[in-house]
Every structure is written in structure tokens, then in C-alpha cells.
């Protein structure tokens, strides 16, 4: 992120994956009314300080009664006991559920709550020679929201090291990835290794601010779509159409990955 001088640079190692020892499916039965669910002073959520400074914490501000956290989809890191919140280690972007379940008592109780910054929307994109495949950002939890940022240079991104000399062209101002140039490129070997997966760390700064935020994401080669697996192409087309129509993604039976891109040669 040039003229950024908090920004991570390009040797910033890639972030531990989330721990998912303790993962839990979503709740068969649950209710949105429950008295004295925890409230965190507002549903939305803007992050505060930097990466590597230390973490912002939230805490319910009602004083809910002793009792048991835990939240969908994986990203958002709760403790469970108190429901304090590390915003900082958290993956934002993002529009998750809380879960409060009273001690002593058995009733699952839910509250929302948006953890306002960037991602991506999992996706399959198939290589055309008359389009260019782009992999865009967007904002919020909401698919909808327009582009926040432009060639002004009010935003800024840019990806962590990925060693072995692979590299993933993203433009720095808007956040958008050349998925095309990325294979050209050998993101995915030379030539490229058909299933390789490429984990990568996403730093970045949203209107003009010096916040720094960071996310992951998933990249994966396939030669054809035949060739995806079953499951993973299940997964990718339930979250997106959940993003579609603004549900919160990955409250299913297994522990939800990081946003997943997958890049096809031929169809």
C-alpha cells in the first residue's frame, strides 16, 4: 500500500486459520425476542485500531445474566462465557449471529450484529477470451452496497507474502483481483496444477481512514468445472445465494472456510 506507511508490508506472514476444535451447528430452535439478550450498543459494528496494535474489544452493555456464546458463520472470535468480542481478530465484512443461551436455562437466544469492512463473494468464474474475470469486493455483509472505493485513493489494499515467488495481482485502490493474470501469472503453478489451492491474507484501509483491517481468502485452480468436487461446488452455490438474498452465510452442519474463488479454464 504505497504512501501508507501502518500498512503490513509485502513479507507480513499469512494469519493463523480460525479454530474450529469447538465449532457448533446453528440452533434448530431459537427466538429473536428473548428478554435480556446482550446488547452490544449498536448492530453495526466499525473496527477500531490497527493490525498488530492492541485489540478492540466490545462487551454487552445491559449486563445479561450469566451464560453461554457462541456465533455463525466461523470469523467472529466470542468469548464464551462473557461474550466479549475481539473485533480486532475477528473477520469483518462481515454479518453474523450471536448465540446467548441463560445458564440454567435452555432457550437459544439470537441477536445480529455486522462487523463493517470488506470480503468477498464465494465464486466460480470460468476463463472467456472476450471477458475478463475480476474478483470484486464488496461491503458490509451487503452484496448490494455500492463500491465504496475508487481510483481516488481512498482506499488502499494490498496481499501478504505468499512465498515461492507466486503472486496475485490485485489493483491497490479498488481491491479487485485479475484472476486471469493470476494463472498467467503462476498464482497456480507454470503450468498450472489442476486443484492447487492458494491461501491468502488481504490488508486494507476504507475512506481515507487509517484503520488497518485484514481478511482471508481462499483461491483454487480447477481445468475444468467437471472436476470440482461435489461438496465444494454445493458449498460455494448455497453461499452465494444466501449472500444474494442477505442471509448470513455458513450456518451449516460444518465448520465454513474462508471466502473461496475458484478459477476454471474450461468449462
Same mark, same amino acid.
Given at each position: 500500500?504505497?504512501?501508507? *506507511?501502518?500498512?503490513?508490508?509485502?513479507?507480513?506472514?499469512?494469519? +493463523?486459520?480460525?479454530?474450529?476444535? =469447538?465449532?457448533?451447528?446453528?440452533?434448530?430452535?431459537?427466538?429473536?425476542?428473548?428478554?435480556?439478550? %446482550?446488547?452490544?450498543?449498536? @448492530? !453495526? &459494528?466499525?473496527?477500531?485500531?490497527?493490525?498488530?496494535?492492541?485489540?478492540?474489544?466490545?462487551? *454487552?452493555?445491559? =449486563?445479561?445474566? %450469566?451464560?453461554?456464546?457462541?456465533?455463525?458463520?466461523?470469523? /467472529?472470535?466470542?468469548?464464551? @462465557?462473557?461474550?466479549?468480542?475481539?473485533?480486532?481478530?475477528?473477520?469483518?465484512?462481515? $454479518?453474523?449471529?450471536?448465540?446467548?443461551?441463560?445458564?440454567?436455562?435452555?432457550?437459544?437466544? !439470537?441477536?445480529?450484529?455486522?462487523?463493517?469492512?470488506?470480503?468477498? !463473494?464465494?465464486?466460480?468464474?470460468?476463463?472467456? *477470451?472476450?471477458?475478463?474475470?475480476?474478483?470484486?469486493?464488496?461491503?458490509?455483509?451487503?452484496?448490494?452496497?455500492? #463500491?465504496?472505493?475508487?481510483?481516488?485513493?481512498?482506499?488502499?489494499?494490498?496481499?501478504?507474502?505468499?512465498? #515461492?515467488?507466486?503472486? &496475485?495481482?490485485?489493483?491497490?485502490?479498488?481491491?479487485?483481483?485479475?484472476?486471469?493474470?493470476? /494463472?498467467?501469472?503462476?498464482?497456480?503453478?507454470?503450468?498450472?496444477?489442476?486443484?492447487?489451492?492458494?491461501?491468502?491474507?488481504?490488508?486494507?484501509?476504507?475512506?481515507?481512514?487509517?484503520?488497518?483491517?485484514?481478511?482471508? /481468502?481462499? /483461491?483454487?485452480?480447477?481445468?475444468? +468445472?467437471?472436476?470440482?468436487?461435489?461438496?465444494? $461446488?454445493?458449498? &460455494?452455490?448455497?453461499?452465494?445465494?444466501? +449472500?444474494?438474498?442477505?442471509?448470513?452465510?455458513?450456518?451449516?452442519?460444518? %465448520?465454513?472456510?474462508?471466502?473461496?474463488?475458484?478459477?476454471?479454464?474450461?468449462?
Amino acid at each position: 500500500m504505497p504512501g501508507n *506507511p501502518l500498512v503490513p508490508d509485502s513479507a507480513a506472514p499469512l494469519q +493463523a486459520p480460525p479454530n474450529l476444535s =469447538n465449532y457448533q451447528p446453528f440452533p434448530q430452535k431459537y427466538s429473536f425476542n428473548c428478554p435480556g439478550t %446482550p446488547f452490544y450498543g449498536d @448492530s !453495526l &459494528i466499525y473496527p477500531s485500531g490497527n493490525y498488530g496494535s492492541p485489540d478492540y474489544l466490545i462487551s *454487552p452493555i445491559n =449486563n445479561p445474566a %450469566p451464560g453461554h456464546y457462541h456465533s455463525w458463520p466461523v470469523g /467472529l472470535v466470542i468469548n464464551d @462465557s462473557t461474550g466479549t468480542i475481539d473485533v480486532t481478530k475477528s473477520q469483518t465484512g462481515m $454479518r453474523y449471529y450471536i448465540e446467548y443461551v441463560q445458564k440454567g436455562s435452555n432457550d437459544t437466544c !439470537l441477536s445480529t450484529m455486522i462487523l463493517t469492512g470488506a470480503s468477498y !463473494l464465494d465464486s466460480i468464474y470460468v476463463q472467456n *477470451p472476450r471477458v475478463k474475470n475480476i474478483a470484486e469486493p464488496y461491503f458490509d455483509g451487503n452484496i448490494k452496497m455500492k #463500491n465504496i472505493c475508487n481510483m481516488d485513493g481512498n482506499c488502499h489494499w494490498v496481499i501478504g507474502n505468499l512465498g #515461492n515467488g507466486r503472486f &496475485i495481482p490485485m489493483d491497490f485502490n479498488t481491491g479487485f483481483i485479475d484472476l486471469d493474470q493470476s /494463472l498467467q501469472d503462476g498464482a497456480f503453478g507454470n503450468p498450472a496444477v489442476n486443484g492447487t489451492t492458494v491461501n491468502i491474507n488481504i490488508f486494507y484501509t476504507l475512506n481515507n481512514s487509517n484503520n488497518i483491517q485484514s481478511m482471508q /481468502l481462499q /483461491l483454487m485452480y480447477y481445468d475444468s +468445472a467437471s472436476l470440482i468436487p461435489a461438496g465444494t $461446488r454445493a458449498e &460455494i452455490q448455497n453461499r452465494s445465494s444466501n +449472500a444474494n438474498v442477505n442471509e448470513i452465510l455458513g450456518t451449516g452442519t460444518a %465448520p465454513p472456510k474462508p471466502p473461496m474463488i475458484i478459477i476454471v479454464r474450461n468449462q
